[in-house]
């Protein structure tokens, strides 16, 4: 049967804010991070320490954690590269992510490296951060579709998910970067890599671009998965993967799982939801 109990991400400081084009002032964005500790996570992504070149709205990635750190609160910071895990460490963020897309074309696009030159920096990254206990996401990009090379095979998601599990990932997250999967491939990928995988944990991290994700997440809860990425208010959008739009909202994915039955401890208020819209341009 289906899981009793999942757990919920929220990434709306990250994911839903990143493609803003306005800066969003470090004060709004540690009010949302407020808000939504309260709400009942255990984990938040809440920043990006990325190239402020290349996304300038996580360019306050050091404040934000410092803030963090005040409430209490686990929260996952992206670290791309060493460089990245370098800033992470010195703030001391509890949990990071890396991420590399399946395709080759959108790893040029989004982190200036390829696949594979991607999959060779990670060796010492993953070495530094075990080395100073720090818990390890790792996203798996465009796993079902590339805005830039078109559909993507099993095996270009099953070659990156299995170096992640070799350098020893924590969690690996699946990702739907633009919104362009449907429910029977979400389902037979997840299938398959729990078969190949059985010990490894996975995550799905839906996009809502062909409003398929709460879809996508019920074919990815019916192959076994019980964790899942979410965004206040439906925010959200990679700067490198043109005309995606939001993850799926956290609202929509408690309603669902509300009715349900499955337990999430969380609770967002309308207030909360709000706020998190009024962040954004692009809803
Ligand atoms: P690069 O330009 O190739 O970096 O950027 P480089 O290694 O060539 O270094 C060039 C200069 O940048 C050097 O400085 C470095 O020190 C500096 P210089 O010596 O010239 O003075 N540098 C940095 N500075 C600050 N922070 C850093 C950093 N790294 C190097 N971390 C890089 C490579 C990865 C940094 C760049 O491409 C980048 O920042 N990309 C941003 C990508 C991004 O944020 N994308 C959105 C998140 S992914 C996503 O949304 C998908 C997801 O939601 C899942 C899904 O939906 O599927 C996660
Ligand atoms: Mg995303």
């Not at 992504?45 to 996580?58: A, D, N, R």
């Not at 439906?234 to 669902?256: H, I, K, Q, R, W």
């Amino acid at each position: 049967g289906l899981p009793t109990a999942v757990e919920l991400i929220e990434v709306s400081p990250r994911d839903g804010l990143q493609n803003e084009p306005e800066f969003v002032s470090t004060e709004k964005k540690k009010e949302l991070i407020l808000q939504l500790s309260k709400s009942g996570f255990k984990r938040i992504e809440t920043t990006s320490f990325v190239h402020p070149k290349w996304v300038p709205q996580m360019a306050d990635a050091e404040q934000i954690s410092a803030y963090c750190n005040e409430l209490g609160i686990t929260y996952i910071a992206l670290t791309p590269n060493v460089k990245a895990l370098e800033r992470a460490l010195s703030v001391g963020a509890p949990e990071i992510a890396v991420f590399i897309g399946a395709s080759s074309a959108f790893n040029q696009k989004n982190i200036n490296r390829t696949t594979d030159e991607s999959l060779a920096e990670c060796a010492p990254l993953f070495a530094l951060a075990k080395q100073k206990n720090v818990f390890i996401r790792a996203y798996v990009s465009t796993a079902w579709h590339c805005p830039y090379q078109g559909p993507v095979s099993f095996e270009e998601v099953h070659h990156v998910v299995n170096r992640f599990v070799e350098l020893g990932a924590d969690e690996i997250d699946i990702g739907d970067t633009n919104g362009e999967a449907h429910p029977q491939e979400v389902f037979e990928t997840f299938q398959r890599l729990r078969e190949k995988y059985p010990k490894a944990v996975f995550v799905g991290h839906f996009h809502d671009t062909s409003k398929l994700a709460l879809a996508n997440t019920y074919a990815a809860l019916q192959a076994g998965i019980d964790k899942f990425d979410a965004s206040a208010g439906g925010l959200g959008g990679c700067p490198f993967s043109p005309g995606a739009t939001g993850n799926v909202a956290t609202e929509d994915m408690l309603t669902m799982f509300d009715k349900m039955g499955i337990t999430t401890g969380v609770q967002l208020s309308r207030e909360t939801v709000a706020y998190a819209k009024s962040l954004s341009t692009r809803l």
